[in-house]
């Protein structure tokens, strides 16, 4: 089935630590995105990438890391510098067009 | 710069009732659409609807319709019929359309939690 997959579903994390997130999709889209959720709140844009070997900042960049070495892929990494980094990650990719299609998200707690 | 706007933090609904969330947004863009989605307690983001700037006729989607006003920029989203499984938070969204490259992130609203009551 066509669709985007995030791994792991939850994610532990000691202080200190960086951790990545995966992404992947099959829906042969050149557009990925991450976005951060946190209680009570909407998305907000962290990363995102047009095309491979190609990705830009968002509006919550600082602590985060990003490749984009294949099309079907779009890892982040949560660094250490980081602050508060416990929160819903959510991966999204689009054609470009019109609609963003979401994976089921990583939820990351720091220990 | 663009904002999204979602006052009703949640809401209670008789189930086969209609109901409507308010979206209201700011935008300096000529072109732009505008999204709902809708996120149950698992947690991703399911697509409901689009409306387009220059869409002439409000968008619909089953039991979904939008209800676009552009001159005072707001897009409420109208549920006919409510059933238990429409509980969930619903967000509103808005990009621009120019597709210049880099040009199509999307900005969400707060969102409002809805609960169905049978």
């Known amino acids: 089935d066509g669709g985007i997959t995030q791994s792991p579903k939850y994610l532990f994390r000691k202080e200190g630590q960086n951790v990545t997130l995966s992404c992947e999709q099959n829906?042969?889209?050149?557009?990925m995105y991450w976005y951060r959720q946190d209680p009570g709140q909407g998305l907000r844009l962290i990363y995102y990438?047009?095309?491979?070997?190609?990705?830009q900042k968002g509006d919550i960049a600082e602590g985060y890391s990003v490749s984009r070495e294949k099309k079907e892929s779009f890892p982040l990494t949560v660094t250490s510098a980081q602050k508060n980094p416990t929160a819903f990650y959510l991966c999204?990719?689009?054609?470009?067009?019109?609609?963003?299609?979401f994976g089921p998200g990583t939820r990351l707690t720091v220990l | 710069a663009q904002k999204i706007t979602q006052t009703q933090p949640g809401m209670f609904v008789q189930e086969k009732e209609a109901v409507t969330l308010d979206c209201t947004y700011d935008?300096?863009?000529?072109?732009?659409?505008l999204f709902w989605y809708k996120q149950p307690s698992s947690g991703e983001m399911i697509f409901l609807i689009y409306?387009?700037?220059?869409?002439?006729q409000n968008a619909t989607e089953g039991r979904y319709s939008l209800n676009f006003q552009k001159a005072r920029k707001s897009a409420n989203l109208v549920i006919s019929a409510s059933q238990l499984g429409d509980s969930a938070m619903y967000f509103c969204?808005?990009?621009?359309?120019?597709?210049?490259?880099?040009?199509?992130?999307?900005?969400f609203g707060t969102g409002t939690r809805l609960t169905i009551i049978p």
């Open positions: 999204a990719s689009s054609p470009g067009q019109i609609e963003q299609f």
């Open positions: 829906l042969n889209h050149d557009a």
């Open positions: 990438s047009q095309i491979v070997n190609d990705f």
């Open positions: 935008t300096s863009d000529q072109s732009y659409g």
């Open positions: 409306q387009g700037s220059y869409d002439e």
């Open positions: 969204a808005m990009r621009p359309t120019v597709s210049n490259f880099g040009n199509e992130k999307l900005t």
